[in-house]
């Protein structure tokens, strides 16, 4: 059990038997009436995020959770093999729990994954990577007054927006949160 004063980013509870992740708190304190505490909570599973409030000093119950390191391997069908960092021990995760962070996923990258009693929960990528660019279309010369965009395949195959002078072959730091260019990276 948590006291809403326990509440931070990545705090797991079991609410109604489903697990939700705090992703944002805030606590208010009005001019009148009681203090209470708005909530951002992702559901563990579906990914669905939803708003909640609850009052101050409730006590909620939480999920443990053990966040363990691993290395991505390889890509078995539908799978995704990970090696434990600490026992060596190969994790297949299914499509459909790694998500999104499949256009990713290169080898030997070093991830977190979260397990509730034994099974996996979801995966946690690192803030930003470093890729390469496989395929892009060459940036037009003409009018730059406006900062152009162009789409870019990455060599895991995930497609985002860059600036208009990447070419193939350039390494990149890419946020994987919002899969979102930062910068270009110097080989």
């Known amino acids: 059990m948590a006291s809403t004063a326990d509440f931070k980013n990545g705090l797991v509870l079991n609410i109604e038997g489903q697990l939700w992740q705090i992703t944002e708190f805030q606590h208010v304190k009005p001019g009148k009436g009681p203090a209470f505490v708005r909530t951002k909570l992702k559901n563990v599973l579906t990914g669905k995020v939803v708003d909640k409030t609850f009052n101050a000093g409730v006590k909620v119950e939480t999920a443990t959770v053990d966040r363990r390191d691993a290395t991505y391997l390889y890509r078995d069908g539908s799978d995704f093999v990970f090696m434990d960092a600490e026992d060596f021990e190969q994790h297949p995760l299914s499509e459909t729990l790694v998500g999104n962070a499949a256009g990713f996923l290169l080898e030997n990258l070093q991830v977190q994954i979260a397990f509730h009693n034994g099974a996996p ?20 010369q003409g009018d730059r007054s406006n900062a152009g ?7 895991t195959g995930a497609e985002i927006q860059v600036p208009l002078f990447i070419n193939i072959g350039d390494k990149l730091k890419v946020d994987t949160r919002d899969s979102s260019y930062i910068s270009r990276v110097n080989a």
Do not use: Q, R
């Open 149 to 155: 965009t162009k789409p870019a395949t990455l060599e």
């Open 121 to 140: 929960l979801y995966l946690e990528l690192p803030v930003s990577i470093d890729i390469v660019v496989a395929h892009t279309e060459p940036g037009l």
